[in-house]
């Protein structure tokens, strides 16, 4: 067991001038922007790296994978770190890293090269991850902070909708490397940004656990594993022995951290039951994106005949309508309860998937087009409502450990997701797609029946915020 030690008093609640203000949620936006846009630009470009590299377009996935398990691997203990460190230095540290591995990123010769640099690159995402909704908790001031994290869904939206499509301007007009070397110019501009207006957040007293970091690391990366090899049909006493081993690493981690402060897995957030609630409404609610998004390409060209450029106009509505509605719903969410916002947010998700999975034969782009709108709707009407319950349900002096929380409900749900999708491919055949489409409509009326359970919390259980 890891010795105690007292929290600080958590910093002034205040927010920034309106001037600093400005200036501080452009850099924690543009770091949002950067690891949203990258993972998606990789994707739409390893057919073109691979051969570019001579590669094996199966070796070439590695590109993704190695980002995002450095990605889902350090999450959590960075996120501790900045709670020891400052916020604000985890986040510089970040942009320090991610625009350094991604010029070796363009500067690369090998694929193995290639992969390494991701690997340091993803780590700096992380970084960025973990702690933005930290950061912008500071920034704001405790009643606007709906605004804040509505602004951050919305570039999150914008990012999924424009990140192909970057991606494809960027290959026709320049080689694969320039992916990468774009991020150079943005990166050096808002760590400028961020040196000079993000707020000190305070430091706790505690020690990081380095153990700890390693179990944590090891479970979700053997977590990650288990449910993307379940995806690729791999033998089952393989997946059972990643996913055994994952559940093992993270008993042992609750076990080590057992009545420590801060723990790096937040059991002692997750013992607050509108955090709780919060968190699994937001798992809920990605695997049902997750079950989407994987399955709508295959729907859209394979049973229905599009091609990929049809297909990406036709997935854009659902991440447009979100960055439509995100800054909207934050504002709601400082004035009216998340937990009913976030609940008819999801049912209207429900009834869009459900409408999604029941397309006619041959369907127009119209008859898609108002049902991705109407995901959209209703996704982009809960996001920010939760991102906000999430960390006002967490003291201030924990508001690493609470961002750690979102970014790691949100890419388990994906993972999860997606791994639900093969599973459905495999039982379903050609209707897979309509049958993860309906399994992702119960997912998110699941999360909105969990969402409205939030309103019965009563007020001093979700203390602990201000």
Known sequence: MLPKTPMPAPPARD??????????????????????????????????????????????????????????????????????????????GGFVLFTAASLVCALAWSLPTLVAARVFQGIGASAL?????????????????????????????????????????????APWPWLFAVNVPIGLGALVLAWTALPETGRSGNRFDVPGAALNAAAFALLVLGLGEAAHEAPPWHIGAEIAGAFACFALLLRRQAGHPAPMLAADLLGRPLFALSALTAVCSFAAQGLAFVSLPFLFQHTLGRSQVETGFLMT???????????????????????????????????????LAALPESPSVLDIGWRMAVCGAGFGFFQAPNLRAIMTSAPAARSGGASGIVATARLLGQTLGAALVAACFTLAEAHGPALALGLGGVFAGVASAVSFLRLAVRPDDAAGAA
């Open 129 to 173: 991850m973990a702690v933005n909704i930290a950061l912008i908790r500071f920034i704001y001031p405790a009643n606007r902070l709906g605004r804040g994290v509505g602004l951050n869904a919305f570039v999150v939206g914008v990012g999924f909708a424009v990140g192909p499509t970057v991606a494809s301007l960027i290959l026709v007009t």
């Open 317 to 355: 509505p659902w991440p447009v309508v979100v960055a439509v509605l995100a800054p909207v719903a934050g504002r709601l969410s400082d004035r009216y309860p998340p937990g009913l916002l976030g609940g008819l947010g999801l049912a209207v998700l429900a009834v869009g998937m459900g409408l």
């Open 15 to 92: 927010g920034l001038p309106p001037g600093q203000r400005g200036r501080a949620m452009a850099a924690v936006l543009t770091g949002v922007a950067l690891a949203t846009l990258d993972t998606a630009i990789a994707n739409t470009a390893l057919p073109t790296i691979a051969a570019d590299l001579a590669v094996d377009p199966g070796a070439s996935v590695w590109i993704v994978n190695a980002y995002q398990l450095a990605v889902v691997a350090t999450l959590l203990p960075i996120a501790a770190l900045g709670e020891i460190v400052g916020q604000r230095r985890i986040y510089i």
